[in-house]
């Protein structure tokens, strides 16, 4: 597994650039599923066809990356920028950007007088190029960057960059591979756009029209020193959201969560996030709504390039997933 989250995890896709990392996992799942589409907005739809007398159940993992986006380009080459989702200034200088065509760039800052003035608008991108003609030869506006993919493992625990969400899409590629029988239709949707407002879920489950969803995505921990408080740490196992910003999970797949975990010893830790959303936020609010929940995976440091996850905590969220799949659902 260490080495499908290492060439996963490195593929190019910030929201609405998802074209690369389409067609790698599509690639992956092909032999799994019985049909496979892309939809209008780009989302990857795989379907799994149960035995017709199971329910219609969406699962959806994020391909897209938050990054940066090319607002201007001076006459010394520098580009200005934009963000592509939650980026925190102060932890973009002095890292390397890599654009879809593999160029690469790192962010430097203006002169400021104290940390707190640091914001977007003083920072830049230098990738190298000592004119504007050199740098439009490169780079144009409009152009998106990522973080340059960067993967350790220590120990149990994976540091890489884009753990959100390329481990839910892991996740979702390995359910298909262990998932023998099931009585449910299965679809399985790696979204586009999340990072910038959930926008993908949204219009794959109004196509779908499920009568359950569950995201995959990454939550926060509150595990390391002086964290915000919160009753989820690395290690403990597939976190079952109860909440977020964006939804609070239908009781009916909470308990369906809950009930499989423990009936098949699964490693599980209840999740209240009290800032943040997934899918689930999007889909439980199409059509009549969408009774939907989200498995998260705990993960520290998310939105930085050096994200950490503990390998057993996705192998859980693996298994609670596969089992919960192959039951009858009341
Ligand atoms: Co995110
Ligand atoms: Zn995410």
Redesign the pocket.
């Known amino acids: 597994m260490q080495d499908l989250i290492k060439e996963i995890t490195a593929v190019f896709g910030p929201s609405g650039s998802e074209e690369k990392i389409r067609e790698v996992i599509k690639n992956k799942i092909s032999d799994y599923v019985d049909e496979v589409e892309t939809d209008k907005l780009g989302n990857l739809i795989a379907y799994k066809k149960g035995n017709g007398q199971g329910k219609r159940i969406m699962l959806a993992a ?1 391909m897209d990356q ?1 990054g940066l986006l090319v607002t201007h380009i001076d006459d010394d080459g520098f580009l200005r920028f934009t963000n592509i ?2 980026v925190k200034p102060h932890r973009l200088i002095g890292q390397r950007f890599i654009f879809a065509d593999g160029t690469v760039g790192t962010v430097g800052v203006e002169k400021v007088d104290e940390e707190k003035d640091i914001k977007l608008d003083k920072l830049y991108l230098d990738i190298g190029a000592s004119s504007k003609d050199e740098a439009t030869k490169r780079a144009r506006i409009g152009d998106s960057v990522v973080y340059y993919p960067q993967f350790n493992l220590s120990g149990n625990r994976i540091i890489s960059s884009y753990l ?2 390329r481990i839910g899409c892991i996740v979702l590629i390995k359910v298909l591979e262990e998932l023998k029988e099931s009585p449910h239709d299965i679809y399985f949707v790696f979204t586009v756009q ?2 910038v407002g959930l926008r993908g879920a949204r219009t794959a489950a109004y196509k779908i029209e499920p009568d359950l969803a569950i995201a995959v ?2 939550t926060a921990t509150g595990d390391t020193p002086k964290a915000p408080t919160m009753a989820v740490s690395l290690g403990d196992g597939a976190a079952i959201k109860i909440k977020d910003s964006a939804s609070i999970t239908h009781p009916m797949i909470k308990e369906l969560l809950i009930s499989t975990a423990e009936k098949y010893n699964i490693k599980y830790q209840l999740e209240v996030l009290e800032r ?1 959303g997934t899918d689930a936020g999007s889909i439980h609010l199409t059509k009549g709504g969408i009774p939907s929940g989200t498995v998260s995976i705990p993960t520290r440091y ?2 930085s390039p050096a994200e950490m996850a503990d390998l057993g905590d996705v192998e859980e969220s693996i298994r609670l997933l596969t089992k919960l799949l192959e039951e009858e659902i009341e």
């Open positions: 994020h938050i989702g939650g959100d969400d999340e990072e995505d990454v943040g998310i939105h």
